[in-house]
C-alpha cells in the first residue's frame, strides 16, 4: 500500500545573480519552520510556494496536488494553490479600512458575503469591531492580525509566514506566537514560517528546516 500523502514536498532550483538556492524538503508536519541566517534563501523559498517566483528547476506539491513543475511547464498562478501569504512587515493599504484589507481579495464576492467574512476573520484574530478602523489608528500586533486575517480571507490550505513578528517588541510576539497556534487549532490550516529566532523555531514547528 502507498504511504500517506506529504503535506508539503519541495525540490527547487534557483540562481539570482552569485546567489543559487537549492532546497529540498518533504514533509508530513503541518507547523513547518524555514530557520536560517538572513539571505539564506527563505524568504526566497516562500515567494516560490506561493507562485510569486518561479523556480529555474524542480517541482511543488501541496497536499498532493503539483503546483510547479518546470519539466511539464505546470506552474499555477499564486491564485490557484490554495495559499495564504504573510510577507514581513505586514504591509496593509493605509487608504483602505481594516475591512477592506481583510477582504481585499474577495473584491467580486457579493457584499454582504463579504461583510459577514470580514466579521467572522477579525473575531477570529481578536479584532471584532475593527473593521471601519484605518491601520494608522492600529499597533503594530493588531496590524499582523489583520495580515492573518487577510491571508485567510481565501479558502487556504497553506499559510506562508515570512517572519512576520519579527519588527515587534518581545512581549507582543510572545502573545501573537500563542494566538497564531490557537488560530492554527481553530482554522485547520498548515503554514511554513520563517524565523531566525531559535526559541521562535522551536515553540512553534513540528518539522524544522536548517538553512545554511
Known sequence: MAGPVAMLQVRIQKQLGSFALDVELHTDARRVVLFGPSGSGKSLTLQCLAGLMRADHGVISIDGQTVFDAGSGLDLPPQGRGIGYVPQGAPLFPHLRVADNVTYGLRRTPAGARRARTDELLELVHLPG???????????GEQQRVALARALARETSLLLLDEPFSALDAPVRAALREEVLDLQRRVDVSWVFVTHDLEEAYMLAEDIAVYE
Open 130 to 140: 475593527y473593521g471601519g478602523r484605518r491601520p494608522t489608528e492600529l499597533s503594530g
